[in-house]
């Protein structure tokens, strides 16, 4: 499927960040959701590189469409650190030319008590996650490919779940995808999320390391 013939009402967006949340809680979207593989974004500015892992070839930046729930999905394994608006740019052309009303990034904050904060450049979708119950981030720093968004698209929520660790965290994604349960009317059973995730942590921990191992040694040829 061309991206041009998609349409989507919402997209969202992970890349690695605290306690991998984003990652983790995709991942678990992409096994949980009829997702099919739709295109990938490069980046000039990000050294060359495709992970294997269980036989498929695994791009910096893929692209997933969920038809049933008008859902696009973009999971970055690298942190983009210098591309972040490029990056940006090319994901809010094409949320554009998709037809997505907002687009929603996840990431993780390091802290002990567990909460989930939101943040929006869209005043209606504000008041929509405040009547859902969530609570809004009234003091705090946004960064990566998050903040660049929130500068670049008109309407972007970004999701912040705390977490105590570096290491890929499923609990914190958990409650990541109970945020976009309720946002997007998913009727995602995510109650065995914890021992799911767990699998899926494992997982996205594997690609990673792969991933970090093949930027070290720029003479591999691959990765096994």
Not at 72 to 92: C, H, M, N, R, Y
Request: some cysteine; proline content about 3%.
């Amino acid at each position: 499927m061309k991206l041009n013939k998609v349409r989507a009402d919402y997209m969202i967006v992970s890349f690695p960040s605290f306690g991998m949340v984003g990652n983790v809680a995709l991942e678990f979207l992409k096994e949980n959701l009829n997702v099919k593989k739709i295109g990938k974004i490069f980046s000039e500015n990000e050294p060359p590189m495709m992970i294997i892992h269980n036989g498929e070839l695994i791009e910096p930046i893929s692209i997933y469409y969920d038809r049933k729930h008008k859902l696009i999905l973009v999971q970055g394994l690298t942190k983009a650190k210098g591309s972040e608006f490029s990056i940006s740019k090319k994901i809010d052309s094409i949320a554009k030319m998709c037809g997505v009303k907002t687009i929603i990034t996840i990431d993780g904050a390091s802290s002990v008590s567990g909460k989930v904060y939101f943040t929006s450049n869209n005043n209606k979708e504000k008041e929509r996650l405040k009547k859902l119950g969530f609570e809004e981030l009234n003091n705090g720093a946004v960064l990566g490919v998050s903040a660049s968004l929130l500068n670049v698209s008109d309407s972007v929520v970004s999701v912040f779940v705390e977490t105590e660790s570096q290491l890929p965290d499923s609990r914190a994604a958990s409650k990541a995808i109970i945020f976009l349960d309720k946002m997007l009317n998913l009727n995602v059973d995510y109650k065995p999320l914890l021992d799911q995730a767990k699998i899926f942590e494992k997982k996205v921990n594997k690609i990673l390391k792969k991933k970090i191992q093949a930027g070290k040694d720029s003479e591999v040829d691959y990765v096994g």
